[in-house]
Every structure is written in C-alpha cells, then in structure tokens.
C-alpha cells in the first residue's frame, strides 16, 4: 500500500510557526491531501485540505508544489493547545476507499 | 445527530468473551470506517463501509473480528473471544461519500476504550 511519511516528533515554543512535511509519492490524480489533528483521547479531526498550490483557513496554511509528492503544514504562531498529533492523508484512498492514516506527527509546544 | 456517536464510551470485559461496539454516524453520511488505536500508537484502519457494503474486510486483524451496517446508518464492530491485545480504542468515523474523492473529509467519534483483563 502506499503510504505517506512525516517525522515522528517535533518540538516548538509558543509564538513560533511550526512547519510539518509529509511526502506522497503515490498520490493519485483524485486524491486530495488531508491533514487531521488528534487531541489524547479524542478522535481525529479534520484541519486542512487541498489539491495544489496553497489553502489558508482561520487554523492553517498547506503549501502544496506542484508535483503533489508531498505537503507543508504551517501552524502560525503556535500555543500550548495546539499540542497534538498531526495526521497527513494522500494515499491512493480516492480509487480503494481505504483511509489510512500513518503513524502521524506528535508536536509538544513548550512554554 | 450533531456527530458521530460511538457506544459504550469504556467497556472492561473478560479475556475469551465477545463484545459489542456501536456506531452512529452522521445522518446521512454514506461512509463509515473503523479503526483501532493502540496506546500511543496511530490508527489502524480495519474497515469501511460504502452504504451496508464492506467492499474490503482485509484490514480486520483476525476472524473473530466482525463488523456490519444496516439502513446505512448504525454500525456494530464485534470482537469474539477477546484477548488482551484488543485492548485498544475503537474509533468509527462517517464522511459524505468516499474520503478522498472530490476533497471530503471524516468526521469521528470519541471512541470506545476497550480493556481486557
């Protein structure tokens, strides 16, 4: 199956922006890249999407190249609360309906 | 409903008996999908549905593992003879059509906490 890769781990401090790569060398042409975040003992939840170039909501920016291989996350200004496992999508789930979510990103904000 | 509703939120049961987890999604959502999370772990896709149809099972860890959807609403993962790596939580969540396809997203549940002693 194809998968998506991100880093295991990062590290930030309130005030900063935190930028989380994910590659998807298999994505396919339907396919949309999606970013979800979990809170412990929550269930995920859906923060960003796009197809290509750049999407801006009021949480989150993705940065999107033009090869679609891979993404950036940006969080601007980061909290405390904003501690949490970030998720990449982009597997191929349009043409099997498997929506599979890699091991994610764990972000810690320190003070 | 507001969201997805999983129940119960914690079940403690016994090592070798059978369990019971439920799903409601969103009204009207035509997909469904289950996954287990392992403590400190991501998730673990095990199923969906499209409507009552379960185009692929493979992701199910084992045979006594089950799980079914009528009236393309609620939906009943089931757990035979449960042993202690199932302890987990069990996370369902419903989308509009197919995730993936023309940008749609999941929405999940809270999960049900599954302890075998």
């Known amino acids: 199956l194809a998968k998506t890769t991100q880093p295991i781990s990062m590290d930030s401090y309130e005030g900063q922006e935190v930028n989380i790569t994910c590659s998807h060398n298999n994505i396919a042409t339907n396919d949309y890249i999606t970013w979800y975040q979990q809170f412990p003992s929550q269930g995920p939840r859906f923060i960003i999407q796009g197809y290509k170039t750049k999407v801006t909501n009021e949480v989150a920016s993705l940065f999107i190249p033009a090869d679609r291989k891979s993404s950036t996350l940006s969080l601007p200004r980061v909290s405390l609360s904003d501690t949490a496992v970030y998720y990449c999508?982009?597997?191929?789930?349009?043409?099997?309906?498997?929506?599979?979510f890699g091991q994610g990103t764990t972000l810690q904000v320190k003070p | 409903g507001a969201g997805v509703s999983q129940s119960p939120s914690n079940k403690v049961t016994e090592k070798g008996k059978d369990v019971e987890l439920r799903c409601d999604p969103i009204s009207g959502h035509t997909a469904l999908y289950w996954y287990r999370q392992r403590l400190g772990q991501g998730l673990e896709f095990l199923i969906y549905?499209?409507?009552?149809?379960?185009?692929?099972k493979s992701g199910l860890p084992s045979d006594r593992f089950s799980a079914e959807r009528t009236g393309e609403s609620v939906s009943t993962l089931t757990i035979q003879r449960t042993q202690q790596e199932d302890s987990a939580v069990y996370l369902c969540?419903?989308?509009?059509?197919?995730?993936?396809?023309?940008?749609?997203?999941?929405?999940f549940g809270q999960g049900t906490r599954l302890t075998v002693v």
């Open positions: 549905f499209q409507g009552n149809s379960a185009p692929d």
């Open positions: 969540a419903s989308s509009p059509i197919i995730v993936g396809q023309l940008g749609t997203e999941a929405f």
């Open positions: 999508l982009g597997d191929g789930s349009s043409n099997t309906g498997k929506l599979i």
